[in-house]
Nanobody, 117 residues
């Protein structure tokens, strides 16, 4: 069905920036919400940011003011622009797509982000 492929992860210094991309293929609702989650070693997967089909965004408090989520519906692509990166941002970042209250989440396989000097 829906395929989500993340890209853009890598090694970045503290205070640096990185942009993640997630390209979706296959069936895609025009009312879906897309978002990013992350999972650090030994921790549970946590919400980073979401964006609705209408462009409404939601961010975890830990990334608010530093990360920006956006989407290009025509490309079925969602982005996560990360700035002022901290060591605590190190994690595997996963792309997701779902229709709130209707469908479960589709997931990408993740792209690792390592923040280190």
């Amino acid at each position: 069905q829906v395929q989500l492929v993340e890209s853009g992860g890598g090694l970045v210094q503290p205070g640096g920036s990185l942009r993640l991309s997630c390209a979706a293929s296959g069936w895609m609702s025009n009312i879906n919400t897309m978002g990013w989650y992350r999972q650090a070693p030994g921790k549970e997967r946590e919400l980073v940011a979401t964006i609705t089909s209408g462009g409404s965004t939601n961010y975890a408090d830990s990334v608010k003011g530093r990360f920006t989520i956006s989407r290009e519906n025509a490309k079925n692509t969602v982005y996560l622009q990360m700035t002022s990166l901290k060591l605590e941002d190190t994690a595997v970042y996963y792309c997701t797509s779902y229709i709130p209250g209707i469908t479960g989440n589709y997931w990408g396989k993740g792209t690792p982000v390592t923040v280190s000097s």
